[in-house]
């Protein structure tokens, strides 16, 4: 069993930056599987937006952030990281990220992810 912590959510005007944090607990963590950010904005559907393999050589990014968000991890601190910049209200969501034991590297189908966090919420005022 894991168990994922986001932080990092907060209020922040178009054009500004936050620093997303996943940290995993518990018997298992994440060191060595791939991980996922995802999100979901009021009234839609959940969707991908960033992927990482285990080892970080590999990132996979929706197009919709591509060049403005950059995933990370360091397996040491069983942390996984998502820098946005350039925030736009459209980009207000909850943010969730995932742990897939099965996948060999990072996917952005949620179906391919285990365990979930409780998500944290970007709110992007214009």
């Known amino acids: 069993q894991v168990q994922l912590v986001e932080s990092g959510g907060g209020l922040v005007q178009a054009g500004g930056s936050l620093r997303l944090s996943c940290a995993a607990s518990?018997?298992?963590?994440?060191?060595?599987?791939?991980v996922g950010w995802f999100r979901q904005a009021p009234g839609k559907e959940r969707e991908f937006v960033a992927a990482?393999?285990?080892?970080?050589?590999?990132?996979y990014y929706a197009d919709s952030v591509k060049g403005r968000f950059t995933i990370s991890r360091d397996n040491a601190k069983n942390t996984v990281y998502l820098q946005t910049i350039s925030l736009q209200p459209e980009d207000t969501a909850v943010y969730y990220c995932a742990v897939g034991y099965s996948i060999r590297t990072g996917s952005r189908r949620e179906q391919d992810y285990d365990y979930w966090g409780q998500g944290t919420q970007v709110t992007v005022s214009s």
């Open positions: 518990g018997l298992r963590t994440f060191t060595g599987y791939p």
């Open positions: 990482i393999s285990w080892s970080g050589s590999s990132t």
